[in-house]
C-alpha cells in the first residue's frame, strides 16, 4: 500500500470564460504530495487555486493536464471517494433536516449501515458541542454551530484523507477546541488532512508543512518554521508578484 494520500503530479487546471472557447488559469504545472498521517497547509490569496485543488482531490473536478492521486487511486472513483472526507467553504447544507437527520443522510450516503450511520452521528455531535441540538434544523443553527456540524460530517466516516476548505472561518470558541480535537484523532490513527486558510495561525499551529499557492503556482513549500517564520503571507505573495513570470 502507497503511503501517499494525495499525489498531484504537473497538473494545469481552468474554468471556461467566453462560452466555453477559453479558460481561465487557475493552476499551473501544480506537483504536491502528502504523506499518510500529516497535515498539509494550503495558502494563498483568493483566487490562487487552493479550493480549486480541494475540488480536484475530492473527485468533483478532473484536472484538465496532470494527474491527481488520492490514496493510491483516482479520486473519481466511489470506493476512493468513500474514504475521503470534505468540508467545503461554504457548505450549502439541506436546511430542512435536523442535525441527526443529516448526518444519518450523510452517513448513508457514505456507505455505511444506517444503525453505524446513527450511532457515529449521535457520537459526533456529542464531540462538536451540538448533542442537545440534534433535534435542531440547520435552518436555525447560528454560523458556529453550522461550522461545528461541518467538522462533524467531514468526519463523520472515519476517512482516511480530510480536506478542509478555511474551516476556521465563522468558527466559534468552541469550535477551535474541536478542530485542534479532531485533528488529533485524524494524526493518530494514520489520516491526512488538507487545511486552506486565510490565517497564519491556522497553519502554524496546525500544520506539518505549508505550500503557498501564488497565481495557481507553487510559491513556496516546507514546515512553518521554514515557510512562515519572520515573515507574513503579505510579504510572499509580493515577493512572488514582483517575479518575473516565464
Not at 502507497?2 to 488559469?25: E, F, K, M, N, Q
Not at 473536478?61 to 472526507?85: N, Y
Not at 446513527?118 to 453550522?146: D, F, K, N, Q
Request: proline share 5%.
Amino acid at each position: 500500500m502507497t503511503s501517499a494520500a494525495l499525489s498531484v503530479r504537473g497538473v494545469d487546471h481552468g474554468y471556461p470564460i467566453r462560452l466555453g472557447l477559453a479558460r481561465s488559469a487557475v493552476l499551473r504545472a501544480l506537483d504536491l504530495d502528502l504523506s499518510r498521517g500529516r497535515t498539509l497547509g494550503l495558502a494563498g490569496p483568493n483566487g490562487s487555486g487552493k479550493s480549486t485543488l480541494l475540488r480536484l482531490a475530492a473527485g468533483i473536478d478532473r484536472p484538465v493536464r496532470g494527474t491527481v492521486a488520492v490514496l493510491g487511486g483516482s479520486p473519481g472513483d466511489p470506493a476512493i471517494r468513500a474514504r475521503v472526507g470534505y468540508l467545503p467553504e461554504d457548505a450549502n447544507f439541506p436546511r430542512e433536516l435536523t442535525l441527526s437527520g443529516a448526518l444519518r443522510l450523510f452517513g448513508v450516503l457514505q456507505g455505511l449501515p444506517r444503525k453505524d450511520a446513527i450511532a457515529r452521528g449521535a457520537a459526533l455531535l456529542a464531540r462538536v458541542g451540538l448533542e442537545r441540538h440534534a433535534h435542531t434544523t440547520l435552518a436555525r443553527c447560528s454560523r458556529g454551530m453550522i461550522k461545528r456540524f461541518g467538522l462533524a460530517q467531514a468526519w463523520l466516516h472515519t476517512p482516511d484523507l480530510i480536506l478542509l476548505d478555511e474551516p476556521t472561518a465563522g468558527l466559534d470558541a468552541l469550535g477551535f477546541e474541536v478542530l485542534n480535537d479532531l485533528l488529533g484523532e485524524a494524526r493518530r490513527r494514520g489520516a491526512a488532512v488538507v487545511l486552506a486558510s486565510h490565517v497564519l495561525s491556522d497553519l502554524s499551529e496546525r500544520c506539518d508543512h505549508v505550500a503557498v499557492l501564488f497565481e495557481g503556482r507553487m510559491a513556496e513549500y516546507g514546515t512553518p518554521r521554514e515557510v512562515l517564520e519572520g515573515t507574513s503571507l503579505s510579504d510572499i505573495y509580493r515577493r512572488h508578484a514582483a517575479r518575473p513570470r516565464t
